[in-house]
């Protein structure tokens, strides 16, 4: 597992904690994987590029630093999108792309449905989010179609992984680095991943 992250600061095990509790509440959940994909981000772009830039304070002129990366932030829909609003309240720069992938019920096998990427991504550091890493399959897909469009330097961020999740990105895509909060022990027979958090789509929004 040298391609995978995982990132175990005090206040993200804490949250994590009430994540997981099956009395949490949709309004509750959101908010929480909000608070975790930002409280990520400090370790996921600590090698992000930056530039000397001039500016000026109310005092006087001083040299500074700005980002000097094209970040884009690519959500699996659904249950992406509150991760790349988090990520987005600490980068607001960030172009946004969408991948639609569900995962068929019988077969377990990921399914595209919709495909929308920011242009000129070849060059871009590109960040594919989804809370759960179960099997690898939507995950893969989602990267399959960041790489069609020619993107290079890519990175899977997920809340809760299972090994065979991350087992099946370092098959299909070696290249991409994994972060993660959580690395749980299992995948059951319907593919939820143990102890998990349940189905975080669901969760997020209130359906079943």
Same mark, same amino acid.
């Not at 990175?155 to 099946?168: D, Q, T």
């Given at each position: 597992?040298?391609?995978?992250?995982?990132?175990?600061?005090?206040?993200?095990?804490? +949250?994590l904690?009430?994540?997981?509790?099956?009395?949490?509440?949709?309004?509750?959940?959101?908010e929480?994987?909000k608070?975790?994909?930002?409280?990520?981000?400090?370790?996921?772009?600590? &090698?992000?590029?930056? +530039?000397?830039?001039?500016?000026?304070?109310?005092?006087?002129?001083?040299?500074?630093?700005?980002?000097?990366?094209?970040?884009?932030?690519?959500?699996?829909?659904?249950?992406?999108?509150?991760?790349?609003? @988090?990520?987005? &309240?600490?980068?607001?720069?960030?172009?946004?792309?969408?991948?639609?992938?569900?995962?068929?019920?019988?077969t377990?096998?990921?399914?595209?449905?919709?495909?929308?990427?920011?242009?000129?991504?070849?060059?871009?550091?590109?960040?594919?989010?989804?809370?759960?890493?179960?099997? @690898?399959?939507?995950?893969? +897909?989602?990267?399959?179609?960041?790489?069609?469009?020619?993107?290079?330097?890519?990175?899977?961020?997920?809340?809760?992984?299972?090994?065979? @999740?991350?087992k099946?990105?370092?098959? &299909?895509?070696?290249?991409?680095?994994?972060?993660t909060?959580?690395?749980?022990?299992?995948?059951?027979?319907?593919?939820?991943?143990?102890?998990?958090?349940?189905?975080?789509?669901?969760?997020?929004?209130?359906? +079943?």
């Amino acid at each position: 597992m040298e391609n995978v992250n995982l990132i175990r600061h005090p206040l993200i095990q804490h +949250k994590l904690t009430y994540l997981r509790k099956k009395e949490t509440n949709p309004k509750e959940f959101r908010e929480l994987v909000k608070e975790l994909s930002a409280l990520m981000v400090y370790e996921i772009f600590r &090698d992000t590029k930056l +530039k000397e830039v001039e500016i000026e304070t109310p005092i006087e002129k001083t040299k500074s630093y700005v980002i000097d990366e094209d970040i884009a932030i690519v959500p699996i829909l659904r249950a992406g999108i509150v991760m790349a609003e @988090g990520i987005l &309240d600490l980068i607001p720069q960030a172009r946004v792309g969408y991948i639609g992938i569900y995962r068929d019920p019988q077969t377990l096998e990921p399914v595209e449905y919709y495909s929308k990427l920011p242009t000129n991504i070849e060059n871009s550091s590109v960040f594919v989010v989804d809370p759960m890493l179960a099997t @690898g399959g939507s995950a893969s +897909k989602a990267i399959t179609v960041v790489k069609e469009a020619h993107a290079k330097k890519i990175f899977f961020v997920c809340l809760i992984s299972a090994p065979e @999740g991350i087992k099946k990105i370092e098959l &299909d895509h070696p290249d991409v680095k994994i972060y993660t909060i959580a690395i749980d022990e299992k995948l059951n027979s319907h593919g939820y991943i143990v102890p998990g958090l349940g189905d975080a789509g669901d969760r997020l929004f209130g359906t +079943k």
